[in-house]
């Protein structure tokens, strides 16, 4: 079946309305929104794991500095998203009060699958009844438990563990570079270097750090910190 | 796809219908709303946040001194708003008792962005669901906390810090203007003049001082004011 | 976008739609029926507040004198309505409570505009949630709290202060003679006049006194209280 | 715009919408469901209030001295209607049960205007919110409360006080006939021979006493009573 | 306007939308299941009531014996309904929880017309909510209180008190013959036989006594009671 | 009017839409499903009831063994049902809670028409409210309390007592069989003879006992069991 | 009725709407996402069951160790989805709190069927009310209590007791493979190395040991446990 044909008979308007073939369209038109998100990229190596995510300047007077891609979730946990930015933002509470929880009922600090299952189970429940639309927005969530970890979850609901994983503009390109270069054993140093080189495979990638916003949690001190300008700079001259 | 197929295929008539590009057309038309509405600026400097706003007298029985642009949230918030007079309305008051409940909760006034993360919460959750229609506002919600905050929130319920941002009926000439001599270095009675003279780039403005309302938070007092008659006419007679 | 392709579309069938443009066109559809309601006008002057309605004796077994344009809010506010009879009827219901519960909570009378606030915010609820229409109607709210206020909210919940204000049929004859003609230093008998000789610019208008049902709420007792038939044929006969 | 585009465009297919002219098609249609009711006619004099029903003998094995079109709410209030029989008791036990609160909260008769809004407020909520459809009834609503009194409720929630009213089959004559031939200063006798003979004026009606169904309430007792076929076999009579 | 422009024009397909003409087409449609039910009759005489319903001998292998037509509702009342069976069931079900919660209430046998208006009034709900349809149902509930009472309710809610009625299938026929040699002042033997005998003008009809359930309420006991096999099959003879 | 004509009108695409004849037509296509059940057979005679049904091995690594299609209500109701299977389990859930339930309440075993009463008045209320479908199954549930019962429930709701009746594939071939040769005074052997006969009537059936389950209920022990392959083989062997 | 023709009339949009064949269309679509899930086996012999899941090294950056096709519901049942993979999820979920529930309940281990009934019931909730989509899974539940046992659960919310099922893509030639070799009374190696052998006969299957999840649960242990990747080569070798 054609697509037009699916969009003619209307399966493609409601997410409780499966097409003949077993599709969810909303739930994939929901992933076109995550394609046209600023890009963003989460690796693991040995050390520990890193969330980089590429800014634009489109707007001179939007104060650049506290344009946050890369936000916290607990000590150990950060995140990153493409596709609409509200949607994000909701899903960014919800890791949040799920690693809350998790610290409030055990104690310790939610292993970062929990946390991701927590985002991606009520991603679930919006693909699944009327009255609603899915979210329009694909999220990145990384961090150290007793290993690196670093999962990316779907508007669909469904996520996985990855080694390393872009998502939003130009994600194929980033993805093709990273198959093409990424191994397990680098230092976390030499992975922050490698997804950078990444986006500059992006043609219209530039070497001015403050585009960058880049996040490591390592294993030794299994606490989330953001680079500073100054130290995305170092990296991007020593490529 | 043409615009006209979206609209004929009726992917623009539900909050909760993506198109297939990935597109809220509901909350792109709400944005439509907002750029017909009476044109606001916030800005902020050094010295403190300036929100200013321009009036019209399309009924001259309107009683003008009560028709009110900017609105207190708080000692240290103002907010601004283009759009549904109504929705801004609701929304106010959703930003008053979100200061109010931070006062409640935590005995210091609330930080801008909790303001508007309350706001613009709100107006996500009417983007997602279905059987009601996204807020046709956009707000401008300035203040000082630990240094001078400016944000605007959309009807899709993204927001973001801005150096400096124009919203409703020609904003586009009014941000070119902003982003060709804005300064972050000002001081506040500069940074009023540059905001007013904004206004006057716009073809139908003229130098009467009760088309505006202006209010300002210097960052010595965190506490906001509007300016009188007076303190406009000066500034307008200084440009 | 013309008319009839909004209405063809179907951008004006729900509340919860926005049009294209931005347009809720079931909140401008609802204004008709305001338009097509008896006039009824509100003023203030110096001394107090005059809301006057125009009765028309269409069916003659009317009970005319039990037939009630004005209605009381509270001690020192009245209101009049044009539109929908039955919507006007449940919003002076609302009205009256929300003074009511206003002199429970504070132990004194209720500011005009808090009055107005609360009929609008209900109204605004009304163009925003499925299920409903809104209200057919717009109200003159008026009334002396610590100066003579008048105020008039429409179907989409905005309201707005007016020196003067007329709505309901030929509400555009009414506004143009009180543009030209009011004044705020009148005299509350000068202002009954003015408002009078208002109606009596409608061609069908006659100087019969019980077509006229009048109002005033005057600074110094801030006690509303109709006129008598023969106050009102007094001030005729004087014109 | 002509019905038919109206129809066309369904904006006469929901409660909750209104048509480009501000119109309530689905409240208007009801109307017709009380065009086809049985006429019944609500009158006051000084002395009292009359209400009067014409029945008719469509199906010769119904308990026709069971049929009864009049209807006591209180001592002092009776009503009668004409539209969809089932909708008409619905609301004739809402006036009932407004009737007793009454009486619960003030220990005294209820006004008749108390009872008349009760029903008109319902019927309101039933043309405003989705789901459900109007009433389809109309009701004439009389009684003695400080004087008597007669109003008529329509299926919009609107109703008014009548000196004389006429609703269901053959209103326009019944109401042309009471017109030209009504005074307040009428003995209650009078009256109910006024309206008898404004029945007798639609040509199929006839001198048949069992035929009308009559009911009083003077103003000295101010109880209800309805009137024996004898009483109105003799003023039929006496026409 | 003819029904086929209703049909295409959709005013027949919910509960909630009135026909330009004031019609409930879904109600008259199940008054259509009404017609096609299975035929049954009741009347009453000074000396009490009886309920008569024929049954089809359609599936041989159906118990017939176990097949009842006619149902007890308390001591003096029964019902027989034409009509959906499961629709007939659950309104037998509502009103035998009236009759029970009367006695529970006022410790006395409820009047016929109390349980009547029960089932009625539940009915009467179900033609004006959305989401629903009306129940395809009418019942024949017929008893003795201070008198005889036959009432039949239909599926609008409406409902009257008769002195004989047929429904169902020939209800035409049934009643033609009912009209014509009705009396009030049968003995009740004399008024089971006039019913048997309403049955045999229908072609199909036989004197087969086991088609025919017969029951009767008679004024001295005021205990309804079903007629034997032989009884029925004497009066059969005897017509 | 044709079938066509009311599937274009849309007629037959809603629970709560009622046909021009009356119909309901989702009920209607609910038995479509019923009648591409696997067929079974109750009976019921002097000694007791038979339920048998027959099964085939269309997946031949299917559990054969597991796949009941006879399931135990109480000690004394059995039930079988053709149609949408997981459908059917749920009622069997709903039967077997109304057993418990009576047997709670009441210290002894269910009647078997109480039984199958509450899964019929559950089914009729997925025939009147909409956003729900009928259930796709009709149900054989036999038992012995006072005397030998068998029920069938159809999707509608609507329930008989039957001496024998079939359902599913082949049903009208059943049930001529029966009709032909039922008769009550069988033995209870010779009961689940003829009912195994009536199977071979149907081409595709053959002698083998693992193809037929077979549950009786014994008017002494009124204790249902189900019989042994073994039992069935001889049976078989025996007609 | 063609396929064309039941979508063009909308029959299989709705999940609540049946077919003029009484088919849930919904329903069957909601297979067509299982057809294209990732195939799995389930089987059991005298010793245990086997449940095996192939893999696919679709994106080389995902991190294929922690890609779980098995999941643990107790310690004696495990499960296996093929469909969407966050409705699997949910599903898991179910499962497991299903077996919590009855250990807390019973203090004992679930029967398999108990844990299955409890994922179809839920499945047939979202088959028959609105404003959901059914589950576009299947799953096999296959564990060990009194009896090894294999369950396969529909989107229908049916399921059936296995001796040996595939599921996903190439299920009909997995399901040809098994029926030709499967025997109930092989060892628990020699069923592990048939459900290999099975996914072998795939074309694009390789004897790569990564590519297959295989978990066994042995009858003496009743413990479920997943072979190593060094247990699966080692079967692999031996085929």
Redesign the interface.
């Known amino acids: 079946m054609a697509f037009g044909l699916a969009?003619?008979?209307?399966?493609?308007?409601?997410?409780?309305?499966?097409?003949?073939?077993?599709?969810?369209?909303?739930v994939e038109?929901?992933?076109?929104?995550?394609?046209?998100g600023w890009s963003t990229i989460g690796a693991k190596c040995k050390e520990g794991v890193v969330v980089a995510a590429s800014k634009k300047k489109v707007?001179?007077?939007?104060?650049f500095d506290?344009?946050e891609k890369i936000h916290f979730i607990d000590d150990h946990i950060v995140t990153s998203f493409a596709g609409?930015?509200?949607?994000g933002?909701?899903l960014v509470?919800v890791a949040r009060r799920a690693a809350l929880n998790y610290r409030f009922l055990y104690d310790e600090p939610a292993p970062v699958e929990y946390v991701t299952?927590a985002v991606?189970?009520l991603?679930?429940v919006?693909?699944?009844?009327?009255?609603?639309?899915?979210?329009?927005v694909s999220l990145i969530i990384a961090g150290v438990d007793d290993e690196p970890q670093?999962f990316m979850t779907e508007p669909?609901?469904?996520y996985?563990?990855?080694?390393?994983?872009a998502i939003g503009q130009n994600h194929h390109i980033l993805?093709e570079f990273?198959?093409a270069n990424?191994k397990y054993d680098l230092s976390l140093d030499e992975l922050v270097k490698l997804v950078l080189k990444a986006f500059l495979q992006v043609s219209e990638s530039e070497k001015d750090p403050e585009l960058y916003e880049v996040a490591v949690v390592p294993v030794d001190t299994k606490t989330a910190r953001k680079l500073t300008v100054e130290e995305v700079a170092k990296h991007l001259e020593e490529l």
Chains 1, 2, 3, 4, 5, 6, 7 share one sequence.
Request: charged share 25%; net charge positive.
């Open positions: 969009s003619q008979l209307g399966y493609d308007r409601a997410i409780t309305v499966f097409s003949p073939e077993g599709k969810l369209y909303q038109y929901a992933f076109e929104a995550v394609k046209r707007q001179t007077l939007v104060d506290k344009l609409l930015a509200a949607d933002r909701v509470d299952k991606s189970d991603k679930q919006y693909t699944q009844h009327g009255g609603v639309r899915p979210f329009g670093v669909s609901g469904q996985m563990s990855y080694k390393a994983v993805m990273l198959e990424y």
